[in-house]
């Protein structure tokens, strides 16, 4: 592997370091050039379908797990402190017990409030246990019910912090599990107030982690390319983060370092992540005005254009 020069960037990092790798000559995601890969055939996307998006989130996810980084950012992400945040009602579970049912799951916090499971991958499962991939979510009625949840919940405040809850299953007496909740506030960061937003300059951004806030990306896509204005994380109708967002540079020059990357890899003490920029002509895809979709509390749809 050739060796890793140091990224140029305007304002230095008081976090992490930004490296670049040289490689291969820069060629688009692997899935994009042919038309019959296009987003629209693939995901069969419309205006009308409500988790196109999401669906569209999964793609990146899956087109990042194969494809080389050729930048990296690596260092702790920046703390953040809250005063009575408002939380999505939508919480992540990871290290779910393999055989606890959906009844034993919602018994376990159920004290807490009303509350759902969502078990992703369940329609493919038959049988009272959820699929094994050992990650669900729950969703209570209100963010009075997920405080009341972190109450109760142990707090690691090593590698940036980390709540976890016990419970038990058919055959684990004990289980930690871990719970990840999504501060609503922590979905939109503006870098430079004074700066417009220009959907010329604007890139998507595919499978990001779920801890990772838009002041975090924000950060780290202003120390690789320089440039930026604000960012954006993606929600569902929960306002929890789908894994993919936007970011908007003030100059060309960081637009097209950012579309060319393609791929950068992330690594924090508390996850290490590869995620995907893609670049949309924003102002063709988005129904409404940027304005607009960062101002309501909406996720307002966003499609790919067909260049063809």
Same mark, same amino acid.
């Given at each position: 592997?050739?060796?890793?020069?140091?990224?140029?960037?305007? #304002?230095? @990092?008081?976090?992490?370091?930004?490296?670049?790798?040289?490689?291969?000559?820069?060629?688009?995601?692997?899935?994009?050039?042919?038309?019959?890969?296009?987003?629209?055939?693939?995901?069969?996307?419309?205006?009308?379908?409500?988790?196109?998006?999401?669906?569209?989130?999964?793609?990146?996810?899956?087109?990042?797990?194969? @494809?080389?980084?050729?930048?990296?950012?690596?260092?702790? !992400?920046?703390?953040?402190?809250?005063?009575?945040? #408002?939380?999505?009602?939508?919480?992540?579970?990871?290290?779910?017990?393999?055989?606890?049912?959906?009844?034993?799951?919602?018994?376990?916090?159920?004290?807490?409030?009303?509350?759902?499971?969502?078990?992703?991958?369940?329609?493919?499962?038959?049988?009272?246990?959820?699929?094994?991939?050992? *990650?669900? *979510?729950?969703?209570?009625?209100?963010?009075?019910?997920?405080?009341? !949840?972190?109450?109760?919940?142990?707090?690691?405040?090593?590698?940036?912090?980390?709540? *976890?809850?016990?419970?038990?299953?058919?055959?684990? @007496?004990?289980?930690? +599990?871990?719970?990840?909740?999504?501060?609503?506030?922590?979905?939109? *960061?503006?870098?430079?107030?004074?700066?417009?937003?220009?959907?010329?300059?604007?890139?998507? +951004?595919?499978? !990001?982690?779920?801890?990772?806030?838009?002041?975090?990306?924000?950060?780290?896509?202003?120390?690789?390319?320089?440039?930026?204005?604000?960012?954006?994380?993606?929600?569902?109708?929960?306002?929890?983060?789908?894994? @993919?967002?936007?970011? #908007?540079?003030?100059?060309?020059?960081?637009?097209?370092?950012? +579309?060319?990357?393609?791929?950068?890899?992330?690594?924090?003490?508390?996850?290490?992540?590869?995620?995907?920029?893609?670049?949309?002509?924003?102002?063709?895809?988005?129904?409404?005005?940027?304005?607009?979709?960062?101002?309501?509390?909406?996720?307002?749809?966003?499609?790919?254009?067909? #260049?063809?």
């Amino acid at each position: 592997m050739n060796s890793k020069t140091t990224v140029d960037t305007k #304002t230095p @990092s008081l976090f992490g370091r930004a490296s670049y790798v040289p490689s291969d000559p820069i060629v688009s995601p692997p899935f994009l050039p042919d038309r019959r890969w296009a987003f629209n055939s693939v995901l069969n996307l419309n205006y009308g379908a409500p988790d196109s998006i999401e669906r569209a989130a999964r793609a990146h996810k899956n087109a990042a797990a194969f @494809s080389k980084a050729r930048c990296t950012w690596e260092g702790p !992400l920046p703390p953040r402190t809250y005063e009575n945040p #408002t939380y999505s009602c939508k919480v992540f579970l990871g290290g779910v017990p393999w055989d606890i049912t959906e009844d034993g799951l919602i018994e376990a916090f159920a004290a807490f409030g009303p509350v759902k499971t969502f078990w992703p991958g369940k329609e493919n499962r038959s049988g009272p246990c959820p699929p094994k991939d050992g *990650y669900a *979510y729950l969703i209570f009625k209100t963010d009075k019910h997920v405080k009341d !949840l972190l109450q109760a919940c142990t707090y690691d405040f090593s590698n940036g912090g980390n709540w *976890y809850f016990e419970i038990s299953s058919r055959r684990l @007496s004990s289980k930690k +599990v871990q719970v990840v909740p999504w501060v609503i506030s922590d979905s939109h *960061y503006v870098h430079r107030p004074s700066e417009e937003l220009d959907p010329s300059k604007t890139v998507f +951004v595919g499978a !990001l982690h779920g801890m990772l806030n838009a002041e975090g990306l924000a950060l780290v896509m202003e120390d690789l390319f320089g440039g930026v204005v604000n960012a954006f994380i993606y929600r569902d109708k929960y306002k929890y983060p789908i894994g @993919s967002g936007q970011i #908007t540079f003030n100059n060309r020059v960081s637009y097209m370092k950012a +579309v060319s990357a393609a791929f950068i890899e992330i690594k924090t003490p508390r996850f290490t992540k590869k995620i995907e920029k893609f670049q949309h002509r924003i102002d063709e895809i988005f129904k409404y005005k940027v304005q607009s979709f960062i101002e309501d509390t909406i996720i307002v749809q966003i499609m790919p254009v067909d #260049t063809d």
